[in-house]
């Protein structure tokens, strides 16, 4: 019976041996002082069972009671190892979660690169080294054409085979993170102008033949700025990234792959701030002023319409042209709420117009936002139903860039505005690609061509042959023609011999305020003046 009971002994005191490695690995884990104290208890125990095991075997005590004991020991030791077994497998389970979730946490769940705080992380870390270094944000540029083309699924695994092809393009020690949808960084270890343009070059030439997608190969487009960062400039992480997003933006306005932030830059973003500020302000205290600009029938000389043109009055009485403050309008999503002031300013100023002549037609122009969702259409049918306006005195413009971006959906809303009693002309016509498939496409009833033509029409053959063309395709098609940017009277006499229909210029008149556009229909007499001739 000693036996068995030194046996069982011996069996506890295994137990508790083998519990040691993974009660180690558990106080690694949980860094808890119960756990500590259960590590101390089991060195105990495991001296304690080694002592009785010497007292059995010496002793030959072969008593039911020590038979009994050892039995308790073995049990007891058997109970140590499956607790501590378990508990370990539960905190490497509650780790291993714990560490997935941190994981995530830094980083991109898709292209599984470092996020935008961890970009923040790293920049710090590298001040703090005291050594130059760049910020390179990438924003790839026809995304969005991808994904509406070949879906979302498609356009995800662009962005992984994309950061795949400028991480293997980097100078040894940069770091590469994605912050945004299709915005990605690089903490670079370029120290210099040349080296940030090797770098970028690298990356070209490997997307130079385009990424494979899914068997298919995709031309990849992209814009980048970048910031170099010395220690003699303490810069933020935060202030860093804005500064490399502003050369971003600078590169994607000029089409260029790369753009390094300068204090010409800096100015003009602290200057757009201002203005887009001072916008909002004069937005919405109603300082913003229509003015209205003739447009004429060329044979008559009679007064076929107007067109309305914002202006924004400064404090020293001149007026900030639309070609400063709309497209910060545009940029900061600020135009659809300038296009409701527009036509709620039309719509009030109409009756008195229609008073002067009941044939007058207002040209409004609309932005490419404008054709995104229902507001549009919400503001005509609000605006109809107060102020009783009559549509199809109003005929909206649509610049040719615009209606290339999205035909189908610029063909909705082209449809919805004639429904509505409204027409629709398309403006700047001749400047895209497209020009005559829009007259295919799309329900239009006037084009205007763009001054870029008409200025030089006289001393240019291709000019004349492009505004020759468009007018005989118009009048095939039923559109009547507008010219616009006539400023002298043998212009005037060109295109009328060549059947344009209306024409719109200096030589006719300059923009007006509400007032001097009431009189100027009263009299038309500048423009029998200059067209007497006719």
């Not at 140590?80 to 994981?103: C, H, N, P």
């Not at 670079?188 to 770098?199: G, T, V, Y």
């Not at 005195?393 to 004639?418: A, G, H, N, P, Y």
């Amino acid at each position: 019976m000693e036996t068995l009971s030194l046996c069982l002994i011996l069996m506890g005191l295994i137990f508790l041996l083998l519990s040691v490695k993974p009660a180690v690995e558990i106080c690694g884990i949980a860094k808890s002082k119960g756990w500590w104290l259960l590590l101390s208890l089991i060195c105990i125990f495991t001296f304690g069972y080694a002592s009785f095991a010497a007292y059995v075997y010496l002793s030959v005590d072969s008593s039911q009671v020590v038979m009994a004991f050892s039995l308790i020991l073995a049990l007891g030791g058997l109970f140590v190892i499956v607790v501590v077994d378990l508990g370990k497998t539960s905190l490497v389970r509650l780790q291993a979660s714990l560490d997935l979730e941190k994981y995530n946490a830094q980083h991109d769940h898709l292209t599984k690169l470092q996020n935008r705080p961890q970009c923040f992380s790293c920049i710090e870390q590298r001040k703090e080294q005291k050594e130059d270094f760049a910020v390179v944000i990438f924003d790839l540029y026809n995304l969005k054409q991808i994904n509406d083309a070949m879906g979302h699924f498609f356009g995800d695994q662009l962005l992984v085979a994309f950061s795949g092809a400028i991480s293997n393009s980097l100078l040894p020690g940069s770091e590469l993170f994605r912050i945004g949808g299709d915005e990605f960084a690089v903490v670079s270890e370029a120290r210099n102008e040349s080296a940030l343009f090797a770098q970028n070059n690298a990356i070209l030439s490997a997307l130079h033949n385009g990424l494979v997608v899914e068997q298919t190969a995709v031309d990849v487009i992209y814009s980048s700025g970048a910031i170099l960062s010395t220690p003699s400039e303490d810069i933020s992480a935060p202030e860093l990234l804005k500064r490399a997003d502003i050369a971003m933006y600078a590169a994607k306005r000029s089409k260029q792959s790369l753009v390094l932030f300068d204090k010409t830059l800096h100015q003009g973003v602290v200057s757009e701030f201002h203005m887009l500020n001072d916008f909002k302000g004069a937005l919405a205290r109603g300082d913003l002023m229509v003015f209205y600009q003739p447009i004429v029938d060329a044979q008559s000389s009679m007064i076929h319409g107007v067109e309305a043109l914002v202006r924004w009055p400064s404090d020293d009485g001149s007026y900030i042209m639309p070609e400063r403050f709309i497209p910060i309008a545009e940029k900061n999503n600020m135009i659809k709420y300038l296009s409701a002031y527009v036509i709620n300013t039309v719509f009030s100023d109409l009756d008195m117009l229609l008073k002067l002549n009941s044939e007058l037609t207002v040209h409004i122009n609309l932005s490419c936002q404008d054709l995104l969702g229902k507001n549009l259409i919400n503001v005509l049918n609000s605006q109809i139903s107060s102020k009783k306006v009559d549509p199809s005195r109003i005929i909206f413009e649509l610049t040719e860039s615009m209606v290339m971006t999205d035909v189908e959906q610029t063909k909705t809303l082209i449809e919805q505005l004639i429904e509505m009693g409204f027409s629709v002309s398309i403006d700047d016509f001749g400047t895209g690609f497209s020009s005559f498939s829009i007259l295919k496409e799309l329900p239009i009833s006037q084009i205007k061509i763009d001054k870029s033509f008409v200025t030089q029409c006289l001393s240019e053959d291709k000019d004349r042959a492009i505004i020759e063309t468009t007018l005989f395709l118009a009048k095939r098609l039923g559109c009547s023609v507008v010219a616009e940017g006539v400023e002298n009277d043998e212009t005037t006499h060109y295109l009328a011999q060549q059947g344009c229909k209306y024409i719109q210029g200096y030589i006719i008149s300059e923009p007006l305020a509400l007032g001097e556009i009431k009189r100027w229909i009263s009299s038309n007499g500048l423009v029998h003046n200059a067209l007497r001739k006719y």
